[in-house]
């Protein structure tokens, strides 16, 4: 048995710093491609890009990294950051963006309590776009307990979204 508390439950992460090698390049997809708002500029250095007026949720700079080379596969490091969809429709909205823009996705999958797009930013940067399913629908077990799983994603099921 431990004695440390928990986390307080109204804690969230609110954004990320991302080292990027052509600062140009990372904000035309964040902006362009992800439709987030640039904030503000430090020069020709950093950006910081926000959705609905946040301050920023993504930060994006070239301080240590400015013409550097994606960090390799199978090295420590962050996997991914994830982007969290208010609807299944904004989701599929996201996938409209990421096909007009020729962005290819690693992968598509069902997670019983989510619906996940998963792809990489200009720099190698994984990046997660997701929705929650209600927190009701959630599969669990006959005890309650939570049971996620990995099933793939029907992109033309989720692109119907837009024509409802």
């Not at 491609?33 to 946040?54: C, K, N």
């Not at 700079?61 to 013409?67: A, P």
Request: glycine share 10%; aromatic share 8%.
């Amino acid at each position: 048995m431990s004695n440390h508390e928990t986390i307080n439950p109204g804690a969230r992460i609110g954004h990320v710093h991302l080292k990027v090698a052509d600062l140009e390049r990372a904000v035309a997809f964040y902006r362009d491609v992800l439709g987030f708002e640039l904030t503000t500029r430090y020069g020709d250095q950093a950006a910081f890009l926000s959705a609905g007026g946040y301050h920023h949720h993504i930060g994006l700079n070239t301080w240590h990294s400015k013409g550097g080379s994606p960090a390799p596969a199978h090295h420590t490091g962050l996997f991914h950051t994830a982007i969290l969809y208010p609807t299944r429709r904004a989701l599929a909205v996201a996938l409209k963006r990421l096909r007009d823009a020729g962005v290819t996705l690693d992968g598509a999958s069902d997670h019983g309590v989510s619906e996940a797009l998963y792809l990489r930013d200009p720099d190698g940067n994984g990046l997660e776009l997701y929705w929650d399913r209600p927190r009701e629908e959630w599969p669990t077990d006959e005890e309650g307990n939570l049971t996620m799983f990995t099933k793939p994603l029907s992109l033309a099921g989720l692109l119907a979204e837009l024509e409802e």
